[in-house]
């Protein structure tokens, strides 16, 4: 066992509760990424108890998209996004991760302690397999390594800097349990060199229904984009699936998608007043002029700030940097010692 890096625990030197996220950047944010995860984080980085690491995880992008002009707008969309809702990017530490090289250098290091089995495990990989056996096909066709060892790189992700707590949606589970197993790994052989990671999943976010009813999500092709102008927010709220019931008919909160994207935005006391609606029968289009309204004050000076973003780049650009010179600060210090106890280090 290396002591030296045992007698360093990471730990030790963080008094504060240290948060990581990713968001793979492919796409462009909607009204679900909002509820569910954007604004949680922003909340959760006001806690003064809490360091938050958010990044663009563009190299995780390239696993799912090879389209350079789609990865580009996303990075650029998603960053003013965040910085648009108010992430305090002083306070919090918000970066690229490819402006981080640590992080892919950890990944091969990383990449050298993990079991091929426990890759073959993976729950993304097994169903992309699976599709290809199930079509009479080659398992591994158009299987990539980058999607065969991607939880290697989401490890470094978490493991480059030590964090404690992984806020993440409940699909990538799986993930951080492979980050923790590979961090015992590592610490086995090695030495105590790495915090094991937890997942965080929020159950009290809502998960928010798309055009169709299920959930949002851009697979399903169903998303609001959190950013549309007024006037395409006000249409494709026009579009939110519902039934043929008529005013002046009662009409169920619980089957309600206009209701349930209502709640995601109201405070209680109006959540109350659009259930009662709903029971006096409130014409549909009522309700979703209701829903535009409430939504619109959420994010109108938001979205403005986020226009003003797009069209000054430089200043997006000059914040990542600011916040990649941040983390690498982090990360240097880790990979050395890192490198030192797997016997990587200047011979002098
Ligand atoms: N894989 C995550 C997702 O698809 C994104 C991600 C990449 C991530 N690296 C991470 C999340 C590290 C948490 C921590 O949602």
């Known amino acids: 066992m290396n002591t030296e890096i045992a007698n360093n625990d990471a730990t030790a030197t963080q008094k504060k509760r240290r948060v990581l996220t990713g ?7 909607h009204l679900g990424n909002y509820v569910g995860a954007i604004r949680p984080a922003i909340d959760a ?5 809490v360091d938050s690491f958010y990044f663009l995880a563009d190299y995780h992008a390239l696993i799912k998209c090879q389209d350079p002009e789609l990865v580009r707008r996303s990075g650029k969309e998603i960053a003013a996004t965040w910085m648009a809702l108010g992430l305090d990017t002083d306070a919090a530490t918000f970066y690229r991760q490819s402006d981080v090289p640590e992080i892919t250098e950890l990944t091969w290091i990383l990449t050298c302690v993990t079991a091929k089995g426990l890759m073959n495990r ?3 990989y097994k169903d992309a397999a699976k599709k290809n056996s199930d079509a009479g096909e080659d398992p591994d066709l158009a299987i990539t390594m980058g999607l065969f060892s991607y939880p290697i790189l989401m490890a470094a992700d978490i493991l480059t800097f030590n964090a404690h707590k ?3 949606g409940r699909d990538q589970t799986q993930h951080l349990e492979m980050a923790r197993d590979i961090a015992q790994r590592f610490n086995h052989i090695y030495g105590e060199a790495f915090v094991l990671p937890e997942a965080v999943i929020n159950d009290n976010v809502a998960v928010l ?3 169709d009813g299920r959930k949002m999500s851009k697979s399903y092709g169903n998303t609001i984009p959190l950013f549309s102008t007024e006037k395409e927010l006000q249409k494709l709220i026009n579009k939110v699936k519902t039934n043929l ?3 002046g008919q009662p009409k169920d909160p619980a089957d309600s998608t206009v209701f349930q994207i209502w709640q995601a935005f109201a405070t209680p006391e109006q959540t109350q007043y659009m259930r009662e609606q709903f029971a006096a029968g409130i014409a549909w289009g009522q309700a979703k002029k209701e829903l535009f309204s409430l939504i619109n004050n959420e994010v109108s000076s938001a979205r403005s700030r986020y226009n003003e973003l ?3 780049p430089d200043h997006i650009e000059a914040t990542l940097k600011k916040g990649a010179l941040k983390a690498r600060n982090e990360a240097a210090s880790l990979l050395a010692k890192v490198r030192r106890a797997v016997g990587i280090a200047p011979i002098t």
Do not use: Q, W, Y
């Open 23 to 29: 968001i793979t950047t492919t796409g462009t944010p």
């Open 45 to 49: 980085s006001r806690d003064a108890n």
């Open 122 to 124: 993976a729950h993304a």
């Open 166 to 168: 992984v806020p993440v």
């Open 209 to 211: 229904g798309g055009l």
């Open 245 to 247: 019931l008529e005013p």
């Open 310 to 312: 797009l069209d000054n």
